[in-house]
Nanobody, 126 residues
């Protein structure tokens, strides 16, 4: 059973940075995808970024391009989301999720990810 644990959330002022971590365990093959999603209060969940562990292909939500960077450490089985120039609209609970394979754009679809972490809260003040 794949398990994911997020960490690194917190409180930051606008313009600041945070680095989220997603520790992954229980997977069988080193060819999977990890996505980051977020859900702000009263809003629907939003797909933020996703990375293919095998070849580092990555995709981003348009609103975070140039500010967020996803990366992976395959030795530590950890995926990171470096978030720079954070804005109040980035405030949300951030979740990482697992899929057995990376498929461009498909990772955003409901039901594509098969395992989820419990989330970490990011709060950005104006």
């Amino acid at each position: 059973e794949v398990q994911l644990v997020e960490s690194g959330g917190g409180f930051v002022q606008a313009g600041g940075s945070l680095k989220l971590s997603c520790s992954v365990s229980g997977f069988s093959y080193n060819d999977y995808a990890i996505g980051w999603f977020r859900q702000a209060p009263g809003k629907e969940r939003e797909a933020v970024s996703c990375i293919s562990i095998s070849d580092d292909r990555a995709e981003y939500l348009e609103a975070v391009k140039g500010r967020f960077t996803i990366s992976s450490d395959n030795v530590e089985n950890t995926v990171y989301l470096q978030m720079d120039n954070l804005q109040p609209e980035d405030t949300a609970v951030y979740y990482c999720a697992y899929a057995p394979i990376f498929m461009s754009k498909m990772w955003k679809q409901d039901g594509y990810m098969t395992a989820w972490g419990k989330g970490t809260l990011v709060t950005v003040s104006a």
